[in-house]
């Protein structure tokens, strides 16, 4: 089930809102919990007990480091975690990366291993950075350690972020699973920023796919250079739109039960540096490798040597965690190789560059990375980024690529308007000043407007799951 789907908007979430504000407050853990279990069990329901054993496993373990710590026998407690990251890390090698590793060691001389057809479970590699970070809170006395199950089970499976992020840590909302106020200006603001998401994936993000599929899927002979450009453009901006999007709706929903989810972008298409871009995009995960990776590593305290290979080696697991492909190793590669480059230049050079020149050399390397970040297949990418550099057998352009810019032109346009922060800036600035009535007339309206769009947009459409749901 996905949130961009009809079943979803007039069927799951009436159903759950109401049995979740009819029932006692003691009692809404527990609808979101089960709740939960049958969202993910509507699309994937051999796996829903993945998710129940993963949230057994950390909930087992998170008390067995909290009896141990309490004795003072801090070896046995580190053991527990040991055993959660193993257990759990081992379930998403098993299911991610079996098949990538059977396949290339199929290519060395004399393998001739079976090949493994191992579907990947939604939502895999989200849970499971969730589940580890509570085992480690909790040892490291970050967080409290969490009795009751269901309460648990909630944080674990919460549909809202459940399948695409963001990345929640237990310690961030371990106060609000406990007691959370709902009130109606938090769900109404829940509601806006669901519905903003919303657009974002029906109206922008869904047709930019359909221009980046069609010159994806052109033939050698037809992809000339600027259809190439315009593809991986349209691609870029339809990723910000359909991940940045999912999360907006994850943040509505949350809001909408009383949560408060932490930010999961910060207008990355603005920045001025590569360090920049990945400090406003996917902004859960970037935490969650420095608080578990990079820092524990040593960070930037042992030196610049140590710290270009803690880089590079979370810029690894980065590229890893995305897909079990060499394009997303080849794109953690390149964003590692990036972010060394820019700390040994920043202040001899870099720095020194006007903004508008800085932010164009990082739009051109973020375009470049969704170059290999969208193929899995490495000979197409070769082929397409061939034609990127003037290389196309069909040379730059025919009359074909520029019927498409043409056609496309506006959507291109509005993507890049509101990838940006100044119609934000200007609608609540000027436009309709926060605590105005004429502000809450206007969020009505919008709210309306965006809704009927897109159910528009959705009765008429395919199913079109959010890129996110692959990783």
Avoid at 72 to 90: D, Y
Avoid at 295 to 317: C, H, S, T
Wanted: proline letters at 3%; one cysteine or more; hydrophobic letters at 50%.
């Amino acid at each position: 089930m996905v949130f961009s789907s009809l079943l979803f908007l007039f069927r799951f979430l009436p159903v759950t809102i109401l049995a979740y504000y009819i029932l006692p407050g003691r009692c809404r853990n527990l609808v979101l919990f089960i709740s939960s279990l049958v969202f993910y069990a509507w699309g994937e329901p051999v796996y829903v007990v993945l998710v129940l054993f993963s949230t057994a496993t950390d909930y087992i373990t998170g008390m067995a480091v909290s009896h141990y710590k309490k004795r003072g026998l801090k070896k046995k407690a580190f053991t527990a975690v040991v055993c959660s990251a193993i257990i759990n890390l081992s379930l998403l090698g098993f299911f991610k990366y079996a098949g990538f590793l059977i396949s290339n060691l199929n290519m060395l001389p004399g393998v001739m291993l079976k090949e493994a057809d191992i579907p990947l479970p939604i939502g895999i590699s989200f849970y499971t950075f969730q589940t580890m970070s509570y085992t480690i809170d909790v040892y490291r006395g970050d967080a409290k350690v969490q009795k009751n199950f269901i309460t648990f089970g909630a944080f674990v499976s919460l549909f809202p972020q459940l399948v695409a992020g963001p990345v929640i840590r237990y310690k961030t909302i371990a106060g609000q699973l406990k007691k959370r106020t709902e009130s109606i200006d938090l769900f109404y603001k829940g509601i806006f920023r669901f519905i903003t998401g919303l657009g974002k994936k029906v109206l922008i993000a869904d047709q930019l796919g359909i221009l980046w599929n069609e010159t994806a899927a052109m033939e050698d002979l037809h992809l000339t250079t600027v259809a190439a450009w315009l593809g991986v453009i349209a691609f870029t901006f339809e990723i910000y739109f359909d991940f940045s999007g999912y999360s907006d709706m994850a943040i509505g929903l949350g809001a909408m039960f009383g949560f408060t989810f932490p930010e999961n972008f910060n207008y990355p298409y603005e920045s001025k540096s590569i360090t920049e871009f990945w400090r406003r995009w996917h902004i859960s995960l970037g935490t969650w490798f420095r608080e578990y990776v990079y820092i524990p590593l040593g960070g930037n305290r042992k030196g610049r040597g140590r710290q270009f290979i803690n880089i590079a080696i979370v810029w690894l697991l980065t590229g890893l965690w995305h897909g079990a492909y060499w394009n997303f190793v080849l794109w953690g590669v390149y964003y590692g190789v990036l972010l060394v480059t820019e700390k040994i230049l920043w202040k001899k050079f870099f720095i020194k560059l006007p903004a508008a020149i800085r932010h164009i050399y990082t739009m051109a390397a973020v375009t470049f990375g969704w170059s290999l970040f969208a193929w899995q297949d490495m000979a197409d990418s070769s082929v397409f980024m061939k034609a990127m550099f003037l290389q196309a057998e069909a040379g730059i352009a025919n009359r074909q690529v520029l019927y498409l810019l043409y056609s496309n032109f506006f959507i291109l346009l509005v993507a890049v308007i509101f990838s940006s922060s100044l119609p934000k800036k200007f609608i609540t600035g000027r436009l309709f000043p926060e605590g105005t009535v004429k502000r809450e007339v206007a969020g009505i309206v919008f709210v309306a407007f965006i809704s009927a769009s897109c159910v528009a947009m959705l009765v008429n459409s395919s199913y079109s799951p959010f890129l996110y749901f692959r990783f």
